[in-house]
């Protein structure tokens, strides 16, 4: 895939690691980049008003508006899927109402957004989308039961549509990272990855045809983990993170 011929479209756009991709979309020569959050009033100076910068109301809770956004963006040619939400419930006893947000977010909205989008993609040639993950797809911590459910559940989603799309010649990549340096992360002490590495990567990814983009080594180490016992990983990721 050539990025510069690609028109584009992010969700979550107006911070973190979904405005560091409008930013690398647009130095990589994109014509067009769609740049969709809840609340367009939101994008308002964040890209020196580059008329390449389509601002656009999608909201992954609100299906209407997901159906809008496909239908005035018919020349997309990549979706990038990274807007989500950290509520830190509890499974077991935190708040049911902010678990199914959690769910609802990650993986119904953004199947939500890849349903509707997918033929805009299939009559624009096929294109690609992005799906941003996390290391927690694949493993629980204190204080992530929530969101680490979600996101894997968004990473066999991901697996599950780039195995249905392939046949309209849609490339579906999956983005794994640990933490990044945004705000969503912010009450985390651990390490940090520059966010602009996360699209930096992805699009090196897709240039290259990649199925799968790891950011980071933590992601690594967890994925490496996977075919082990967890009982040993899980005494690493204890002392790693320092829980009780």
Same mark, same amino acid.
């Given at each position: 895939?050539?990025?510069?011929?690609?028109?584009?479209?992010?969700?979550?756009?107006?911070?973190?690691?979904?405005?560091?991709?409008?930013?690398?979309?647009?130095?990589?020569?994109?014509?067009?980049?769609?740049?969709?959050? *809840?609340?367009?009033?939101?994008?308002?100076?964040?890209?020196?008003?580059?008329?390449?910068?389509?601002?656009?109301?999608?909201?992954?809770?609100?299906?209407?508006?997901?159906?809008?956004?496909?239908?005035?963006?018919?020349?997309?040619?990549?979706?990038?899927?990274?807007?989500?939400?950290?509520?830190?419930?509890?499974?077991?006893?935190?708040?049911?109402?902010?678990?199914?947000?959690?769910?609802?977010?990650?993986?119904?909205?953004?199947?939500?957004?890849?349903?509707?989008?997918?033929?805009?993609?299939?009559?624009?040639?096929?294109?690609?989308?992005?799906?941003?993950?996390?290391?927690?797809?694949?493993?629980?911590?204190?204080?992530?039961?929530?969101?680490?459910?979600?996101?894997?559940?968004?990473?066999?989603?991901?697996?599950?549509?780039?195995?249905?799309?392939?046949?309209?010649?849609?490339?579906?990549?999956?983005?794994?990272?640990?933490?990044?340096?945004?705000?969503?992360?912010?009450?985390?002490?651990?390490?940090?990855?520059?966010?602009?590495?996360?699209? *930096?990567?992805?699009?090196?990814?897709?240039?290259?045809?990649?199925?799968?983009?790891?950011?980071?080594?933590?992601?690594?180490?967890?994925?490496?983990?996977?075919?082990?016992?967890?009982?040993?990983?899980?005494?690493?990721?204890?002392?790693?993170?320092?829980?009780?």
């Amino acid at each position: 895939m050539n990025i510069a011929d690609q028109i584009a479209l992010v969700t979550g756009s107006n911070r973190g690691i979904g405005r560091q991709f409008v930013l690398e979309l647009l130095e990589r020569g994109v014509s067009k980049v769609y740049a969709t959050t *809840r609340r367009s009033e939101s994008l308002e100076g964040l890209y020196f008003d580059d008329s390449r910068v389509v601002p656009l109301r999608l909201d992954l809770l609100d299906h209407e508006s997901v159906v809008t956004a496909a239908a005035a963006a018919r020349d997309v040619t990549l979706l990038i899927n990274n807007a989500g939400i950290v509520t830190g419930a509890p499974l077991v006893t935190g708040d049911l109402t902010e678990v199914r947000r959690e769910m609802d977010t990650h993986f119904w909205g953004t199947l939500d957004v890849i349903r509707e989008f997918s033929p805009v993609l299939a009559a624009n040639g096929g294109g690609a989308i992005v799906n941003v993950l996390s290391a927690l797809s694949w493993f629980a911590a204190p204080g992530t039961g929530s969101y680490s459910a979600a996101k894997a559940a968004e990473w066999n989603m991901t697996n599950g549509v780039r195995l249905e799309l392939a046949a309209q010649d849609t490339l579906v990549q999956g983005v794994l990272l640990g933490a990044a340096d945004t705000d969503m992360s912010s009450g985390y002490d651990g390490p940090k990855i520059d966010p602009r590495d996360v699209p *930096r990567l992805s699009l090196d990814g897709l240039a290259a045809g990649s199925l799968e983009v790891i950011v980071d080594d933590w992601t690594a180490m967890v994925k490496a983990s996977l075919a082990g016992d967890p009982a040993p990983f899980y005494t690493q990721i204890t002392e790693l993170l320092g829980a009780s």
